[in-house]
Nanobody, 115 residues
Framework: QVQLAESGGGWVQPGGSLRLSCGPS???????ISWYRQPPGRAREWVAS????????SYASFAQGRFSFSRDEATGAKYLHLRNLETSDTAMYYC?????????WGPGTQVTVSL
């Protein structure tokens, strides 16, 4: 009965940065995760994915060069760093874990980029 929860969202000005994470760590540190986002009035879209050991990483085109994963080798924690944020990045960001054919989603963390 895993219940995912995102954290790290917030309100930043354009050019700012945030670091997103997905828990509980006891579960998410050992699996690969994907991030999706849903801007207001738009469909949910894929942002980035990282394998359980960090060996496979991929980003959506809009994230290339600005968003990046980091992995704590000691704990397995994986963070998604959002840098040089733009107003168009404003969205609810969701963590997703697919395990044994089942998808797990968190309730989302809001990222708002505005002046």
């Amino acid at each position: 009965q895993v219940q995912l929860a995102e954290s790290g969202g917030g309100w930043v000005q354009p050019g700012g940065s945030l670091r997103l994470s997905c828990g509980p760590s006891e579960f998410t540190n050992g699996v690969g995760i994907s991030w999706y986002r849903q801007p207001p009035g738009r469909a949910r879209e894929w942002v980035a994915s990282i394998g359980s050991t960090g060996g496979v990483i991929s980003y959506a085109s809009f994230a290339q060069g600005r968003f990046s994963f980091s992995r704590d080798e000691a704990t397995g924690a994986k963070y998604l760093h959002l840098r040089n944020l733009e107003t168009s990045d404003t969205a609810m960001y969701y963590c997703n874990v697919r395990r044994y054919g089942e998808d797990y989603w968190g309730p989302g963390t809001q990222v708002t980029v505005s002046l």
